[in-house]
């Protein structure tokens, strides 16, 4: 345990099991048809590195820098850092990201995908929060259900941090509060 987490929420072991489960169901959608991956950056490193290993498909994966996160809370603006998108025109995709909270991040990308004139989209995230989405209400492909509580580990971070930690985790509150 590392001295800044409150409470491990999953497990290293937990959570690479479940990645198997969502990699068969990926790999029986998509088998025979190709697929590119789209990773959101940085969140989504982690779980993607080791999801996408577990799938055996024609797969072609890119990345796509986004933010709308600051500290603990959502700023509800998505902002686009790439100068230049990946080429998604007829092709399907399935954009990777870390946590669905209140779904504009996920909105936000497969609607500029879908207007870059990609043919088919599909949602996968590692955690969904348990709060009411007006719009983005579940993404296809979902690890864990969680409580609203803000999570680090496995490729989430608070300001840049606790990213490497193996597991997901609630931070103690004397961490946001120094
Ligand atoms: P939205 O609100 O657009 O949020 O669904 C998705 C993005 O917000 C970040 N996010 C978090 N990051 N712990 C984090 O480290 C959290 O509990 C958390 N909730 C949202 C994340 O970057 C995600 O891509």
């Known amino acids: 345990m590392h001295k800044d987490i409150d409470r ?4 290293e072991d937990i959570i690479l099991k479940r990645l198997d489960h969502i990699a068969e169901k990926i790999r029986a959608d998509f088998e025979g048809k190709p697929l ?3 990773v959101l950056l940085k969140g989504a490193m982690v779980f993607t590195a080791d999801l996408l ?3 055996p498909i ?8 986004v933010a709308s996160y600051k500290g603990t809370s959502s ?3 998505v902002s686009f850092l790439d100068k230049k998108l990946p080429d998604v025109a007829n ?3 399935l954009i990777i990201d870390d946590i669905l909270d209140t779904g504009r991040t996920l909105e936000a990308v497969a609607e500029k995908l879908s207007d870059n004139g990609a043919s088919m989209i599909k949602t996968c995230v590692l955690l969904t929060k348990d709060i009411p989405r007006e719009d983005f209400k579940e993404a296809n492909y979902s690890g864990f259900d969680i409580a609203n509580e803000f999570v680090v580990g496995y490729g989430l971070d608070y300001n840049g941090r606790y990213r490497n930690l193996p597991f997901i985790g609630v931070l103690k509150q004397s961490v946001y509060q120094d």
Do not use: F, S
């Open 8 to 11: 491990v929420l999953i497990d």
């Open 36 to 38: 590119v991956a789209i």
């Open 53 to 55: 290993r577990r799938l």
């Open 58 to 65: 024609h797969l072609e994966i890119e990345c796509l820098n």
């Open 75 to 77: 700023t509800g603006i």
């Open 91 to 93: 092709k399907n995709v």
